[in-house]
């Protein structure tokens, strides 16, 4: 199993961002495929998630109207697709599986290494 995200990088605020999480190893259709995010000195917090059976859930307040998650089972690829950024939005995204989708970061059973994302005032 291997998760790969991209897609992060600098913006100013008010900006886009669409993170990219692709999947190998295992059929997205049967799985929770989530993103989460840490910034400094903060510990990670679940933004968001989406299955094959459930379809999407939103956990961030701060973040409902604004990001977007879907996928293409196609390409086993899950995306973020983050409007009106906020500097507070800056911190490094993941995304993680599960069987089941979970706000709960210890519940996940694997972690892509992360895409940085800074929304510069």
């Known amino acids: 199993v291997q998760l790969v995200e991209s897609g992060g990088g600098v913006v100013q605020a008010g900006g886009s961002l669409r993170l990219s999480c692709v999947a190998t190893g295992f059929s997205f259709d049967l799985y929770a495929v989530g993103w989460f995010r840490q910034a400094p000195g903060k510990e990670r917090e679940a933004v968001s998630c989406?299955?094959?059976?459930?379809?999407?859930?939103y956990y961030l307040n701060s973040a409902k109207g604004r990001f977007t998650i879907s996928s293409d089972s196609a390409k086993n690829t899950v995306y973020l697709q983050m409007d009106s950024l906020k500097p507070e939005d800056t911190a490094m995204y993941y995304c993680?599986?599960?069987?089941?989708?979970?706000?709960?970061?210890?519940?996940?059973?694997?972690w892509g290494q992360g895409t940085q994302v800074t929304v510069s005032s």
């Open positions: 989406t299955s094959g059976r459930n379809g999407p859930v």
């Open positions: 993680a599986l599960s069987g089941l989708c979970s706000p709960d970061p210890s519940g996940q059973a694997h």
